[in-house]
């Protein structure tokens, strides 16, 4: 398995990391704060998305899908346990659940891609 392949969810991770420091109230977030959980499930859809990227490599799509799911989970609790210690911010398992469905989503979609382009592939080769 290439790091670069995980590249884009490593840098994607710190992204994460980094606006889950920002203590509450300091930054307007606008038509997000209203939409706290979608903007859970979308942050973590792109997560889930590259971290399939990076597993698909070597790894079969069920297993890429897997590996993503486990490793978008654990990214998930971890990122809400760090909130804890963030002024303002508490975690929270319905945050938690909207990250998981959103890496489920992310790690779907990238399968899928990888799944039609796989598909266009063989109908190019029989004709």
């Not at 486990?70 to 990250?99: C, K, M, N, T």
Request: aromatic content about 18%.
């Amino acid at each position: 398995m290439s790091v670069r392949r995980f590249l884009p969810a490593m840098l994607w991770w710190l992204v994460i990391a980094a606006a889950s420091s920002i203590p509450a109230g300091t930054v307007s977030i606008g038509f997000w704060a209203n939409h706290d959980k979608l903007a859970h499930f979308l942050i973590f859809s792109v997560l889930g998305f590259w971290l399939c990227h990076g597993f698909l490599g070597k790894s079969s799509m069920a297993k890429s899908f897997l590996f993503a799911m486990a490793l978008g989970l654990a990214a998930g609790a971890v990122d809400e346990f760090y909130q804890s210690f963030i002024p303002g911010r508490d975690p929270s398992r319905w945050d938690w659940i909207a990250d998981t469905s959103g890496v489920f989503f992310g790690a779907f979609l990238r399968n899928a891609f990888h799944w039609f382009s796989t598909a266009e592939n063989v109908d190019t080769k029989c004709q």
